[in-house]
């Protein structure tokens, strides 16, 4: 579970069980991550992880990789996300048609990039502090 909080006069802060915590921000130049980000950076966490673990299953060294993420806000009504752009940046030493077949094969592994196409339904609760 996902705990994000809001105190007047501080920061977002948003925590898992594991009592890790980041900022949350309303402004991308602020200390933290705003929700694009987090969105963001959940996908390309999701594609890398995917990755590392199809090369590891296919006995090859994933070395260093790196993913870079860009999200397109829709022009129009309901502000939202339109677009993800991910640009992969895999070892040189890999065989372009092996590279192909992981970048698929990752892209239907991804249980946020699956999420993010297909949707998800959400449920609200509300609840008196």
């Known amino acids: 579970m996902i705990v994000a909080e809001w105190k007047s006069g501080q920061n977002y802060n948003i925590r898992n069980e594991n009592g890790f915590s980041t900022y949350g921000v309303t402004a991308p130049d602020a ?12 996908l390309a966490l999701c594609v890398s992880i995917s990755l590392v673990k199809l090369m590891e299953r296919d006995g090859v060294d994933p070395g260093q990789l790196s993913i870079s993420i860009e999200a397109e806000k829709a022009a129009d009504s309901p502000s939202r996300v339109e677009r993800f752009v991910l640009d992969i ?3 040189e030493l890999l065989d372009p ?17 699956n999420t993010l196409r297909r949707g998800a339904e959400i449920e609200i609760k509300a609840h008196p502090l």
Request: glycine content about 6%; charged content about 20%; proline content about 6%.
């Open 31 to 42: 200390e933290g991550m705003t929700p694009i980000e987090l969105l963001s950076s959940s």
């Open 89 to 91: 940046q895999l070892p």
């Open 97 to 113: 048609a092996y590279r192909n077949k992981l970048i698929k094969s990752a892209e239907r592994a991804c249980t946020i990039g």
